[in-house]
């Protein structure tokens, strides 16, 4: 569904997302790197647990929340990633005090 444009120029990374490896660019966010890899699904919903994806793409509507090196309810969609990063599919509310 997404392709990314022809190569930039940027430096390749390496991000862990849920155990997996995947493969980034710098200068990517972690949602734009997500749906670059073929992944939609980023958080489950803390009401009926619906899988949710990214949608604005600009941090407007919170669809995009994830747990990024061990900090939950991070916006994917305004995080850029680094080499090495943690990433994982958030699931329902995040507890407070973590």
Same mark, same amino acid.
Request: charge should be positive.
């Given at each position: 569904m997404f392709k990314r444009l022809p190569d930039s120029g940027a430096e390749s990374l390496t991000i862990t997302v849920d155990g997996a490896r995947i493969a980034a660019r710098e200068g990517d966010?972690?949602?734009a790197? !997500?749906?670059a890899s073929g992944r939609?699904?980023?958080r489950a919903s803390a009401v009926s647990d619906a899988p949710r994806s990214p949608y604005c793409m600009m941090g407007v509507c919170f669809e995009c929340l994830m747990t990024i090196d061990g900090i939950g309810?991070?916006?994917a969609c !305004?995080?850029?990633v680094a080499e090495g990063m943690r990433v994982e599919t958030q699931s329902g509310a995040r507890e407070f005090g973590r």
């Open positions: 966010s972690v949602a790197a !997500l749906l939609v699904v980023c309810n991070r916006q !305004l995080v850029r």
